[in-house]
């Protein structure tokens, strides 16, 4: 996935968790649409390298948005909603081989308990739902999910083990966001609850992948699986 054109600056501070002053390159300073509802812990500091995209659309109230954060040498993509969009991609030039075969990709269907999956690949008689998880934490030496509690999370964990339950294939997807080099692992210290649902779901036929992307300040693309 391109970026539309991105413009750098310094973090000033991230507030209400959607918002985020910062001083552009430029001397100006603006406030920044956060798309990431997470606690960011490790992706954002004050004084950080930023990048923002600007749409002068009259239907936003705000007209920067937050894509990129660099920590020490290794860029992030904070916008989580990138996620989805590099992993329709990768399924689609068939980077992520496990999910090749289907005829059919949409996104964000309905299903379970008022949800919407992210993917349902269709062929035929076969369904397979894939719910992506963008992964921005890292903890020590390991890059870590969820980076706050979450259970909507969880509701989604066990939404995908009902599928299975109903003859479907399902697949958890985690897509690392961020350019360290490390393992990934789930973050039971922080949501002891997911990570014991993931073990029960997982061990009851929900796949996982855990695909690691590539980021520089033109485009962002999943390129290769780490487990």
């Given at each position: 996935m391109k970026f539309d054109k991105l413009y750098s600056g310094k973090l000033i501070k991230r507030y209400k968790r959607f918002l985020a002053d910062i001083v552009l390159d430029s001397g100006e300073t603006i406030t920044a649409h956060v798309p990431n509802s997470g606690a960011m812990t490790s992706c954002i500091e004050e004084n950080c390298p930023v990048w923002v995209t600007f749409h002068d659309d009259k239907k936003r109230k705000l007209k920067y948005t937050l894509e990129l954060t660099k920590m020490g040498e290794n860029l992030i993509c904070t916008n989580t909603g990138v996620a989805n969009k590099i992993a329709i991609e990768a399924i689609e030039n068939g980077t992520i081989k496990e999910l090749q075969g289907y005829k059919n990709l949409k996104p964000e269907q309905k299903y379970g308990q008022n949800s919407r999956i992210d993917i349902l690949l269709e062929d035929e008689n076969k369904k397979c739902y894939v719910e992506i998880k963008s992964v921005s934490l890292?903890?020590?030496?390991?890059?870590?999910?969820?980076?706050?509690?979450?259970?909507?999370?969880?509701?989604?964990?066990?939404?995908?083990?009902?599928?299975?339950?109903?003859?479907?294939?399902?697949?958890?997807?985690?897509?690392?966001?961020?350019?360290?080099?490390?393992?990934f692992r789930l973050a039971e210290e922080i949501d002891k609850k997911y990570a014991k649902t993931f073990e029960e779901v997982t061990k009851n036929g929900v796949e996982v992948l855990v695909y690691q992307s590539e980021i520089d300040l033109e485009e962002i693309k999943i390129i290769k699986k780490i487990s």
């Open positions: 890292r903890l020590n030496n390991t890059l870590a999910f969820p980076d706050a509690v979450t259970s909507r999370g969880t509701k989604h964990l066990l939404e995908l083990e009902q599928m299975v339950k109903e003859g479907h294939r399902s697949v958890m997807l985690y897509v690392i966001q961020r350019t360290d080099n490390l393992p």
